[in-house]
T-cell receptor
Framework: GAGVSQSPSNKVTEKGKDVELRCDPI?????LYWYRQSLGQGLEFLIY????????KSGLPSDRFSAERTGGSVSTLTIQRTQQEDSAVYLC??????????????FGPGTRLLVL | GENVEQHPSTLSVQEGDSAVIKCTYS??????FPWYKQELGKRPQLIID?????GEKKDQRIAVTLNKTAKHFSLHITETQPEDSAVYFC?????????????FGSGTRLSIRP
């Protein structure tokens, strides 16, 4: 079946502009994560959605970052007034988190963001 | 909350030798421990996982061990090959229906010398 998809695959923007990154999780997956990965670095947790629970936003680096998950499926990560240090690959992952299921995270291909 | 420490941050081994990557976790309620491999320019992918009711799991050249008492788990790669060169991430989480998130280690960059 279809895996996690993200769009756009690449985004170049000017400093100060807003950007929206989209994630389509695997159908039926209740958990969705956003991570940021700078070049050669690890996975920086940003935000976590699980079913109808309030999202865990503890990883968002500033109030310029926000995310939504509409209808328990598609998620959008928004970065307002982008800064050069926001340049990174933004990865989305989804997992089932249902009783009896294997809790594997499936990652999307990422969106490579470059802020000039 | 949960904290996962991973060592070493970089590891270089001769082709054919074994590689070992170690992780520790802080929350004794964690019961699921996956390992992900990320090749250059690609997304992380699950290579093996272990649950807390098992002490060891093997899949061909890859094995993972878990010591619940000491709260640490390790990835072992035997007979390393050039295609094993990648960044490896360990992770821990607390269970199927928990609302808690999965926590990743900081990663280990493994290089296989020809």
């Amino acid at each position: 079946g279809a895996g996690v998809s993200q769009s756009p695959s690449n985004k170049v923007t000017e400093k100060g502009k807003d950007v929206e990154l989209r994630c389509d999780p695997i159908s039926g997956h209740t958990a969705l994560y956003w991570y940021r990965q700078s070049l050669g670095q690890g996975l920086e947790f940003l935000i976590y959605f699980q079913g109808n629970s309030a999202p865990d936003k503890s990883g968002l680096p500033s109030d310029r970052f926000s995310a939504e998950r509409t209808g328990g499926s598609v998620s959008t990560l928004t970065i307002q007034r982008t800064q050069q240090e926001d340049s990174a690959v933004y990865l989305c992952a989804s997992s089932s988190r249902l009783e009896g299921s294997q809790e594997t995270q499936y990652f999307g291909p990422g969106t490579r963001l470059l802020v000039l | 909350g949960e904290n996962v420490e991973q060592h070493p941050s970089t590891l270089s081994v001769q082709e054919g030798d074994s590689a070992v990557i170690k992780c520790t976790y802080s929350d004794s309620a964690s019961n699921y421990f996956p390992w992900y491999k990320q090749e250059l320019g690609k997304r992380p992918q699950l290579i093996i996982d272990i649950r807390s009711n098992v002490g060891e799991k093997k899949d061909q050249r890859i094995a993972v061990t878990l010591n619940k008492t000491a709260k640490h788990f390790s990835l072992h790669i035997t007979e390393t090959q050039p295609e094993d060169s990648a960044v490896y991430f360990c992770a821990a989480s607390k269970g199927y229906s928990s609302a808690s998130k999965i926590i990743f280690g900081s990663g280990t960059r493994l290089s296989i010398r020809p």
